[in-house]
């Protein structure tokens, strides 16, 4: 998908007239969306321990980190400003194992706030992108976040909730070299490692669980 779909993709837009960095951060957030969220919905009906996404995500952080270091960035959806997808990479393997540690063999704990990252955060990107034609920080895109990080936090209850909300408004704000990409999954999982060990009865994991096809 990364170097083939959103490739094309990417002459795709500037076909259609858009500015070059307007496609790379538009690839961006479909990376997010697809490579992350979608891949991190399935990761409870697919595997039973976090070894292997985590192995595969480790994996992902040294094949996004790798252009950077010898100088071909994989233009289509990387920038010489940064290195995010790098921590994305990371932090989706590294919370998704926490969470499934902590909860006791629960993908969800650290399933939701990867998804958080993925793709409440890619709402934002399209609406800035969308709205100012450049990487910036504004509140619309904030918003559009919460619009969809809520909803997905409330599939843990109130601290999921709780956690979303907190999220989109925590994406607002950067330290570099800290990016968005580890403030957000990682604000969001202390929230439920909260909830988990100090108000149980505010996280709810039983009826996620129920949706889950058994495991073969």
């Not at 490692?193 to 996280?203: D, G, H, I, M, Q």
Request: aromatic share 12%; charged share 10%; glycine share 8%.
């Amino acid at each position: 998908m990364v170097t083939i779909l959103t490739k094309k993709t990417y002459m795709l837009m500037l076909r259609r007239g858009l500015q070059d960095r307007v496609a790379v951060y538009y690839n961006r957030k479909i990376i997010h969306i697809l490579a992350g969220g979608l891949v991190g919905f399935i990761v409870p009906c697919v595997f039973e321990t976090p070894l292997l996404p985590l192995s595969m995500a480790l994996l992902l952080g040294i094949f996004t980190y790798m252009p950077h270091k010898i100088g071909r960035l994989m233009y289509w959806f990387q920038v010489e400003d940064n290195m995010y997808e790098v921590s994305f990479c990371i932090m989706w393997g590294v919370i998704i194992a926490l969470g499934w540690l902590i909860s006791g063999g629960n993908f969800w704990v650290g399933v939701v706030p990867v998804l958080f990252m993925a793709i409440g955060d890619s709402a934002t990107g399209f609406v800035r992108n969308t709205l100012f034609k450049r990487r910036t920080k504004s509140w619309w895109g904030n918003l559009a976040m919460a619009a969809v990080s809520i909803p997905m936090g409330a599939m843990l209850g109130v601290a999921g909730i709780i956690a979303g909300a907190i999220a989109s408004i925590v994406e607002h704000f950067e330290y570099p070299p800290i990016d968005d990409n580890v403030t957000v999954p990682l604000t969001s999982f202390v929230i439920l490692l909260l909830a988990t060990f100090y108000a149980p009865s505010l996280l709810s994991l039983e009826s996620i669980t129920r949706m889950l096809p058994p495991h073969l």
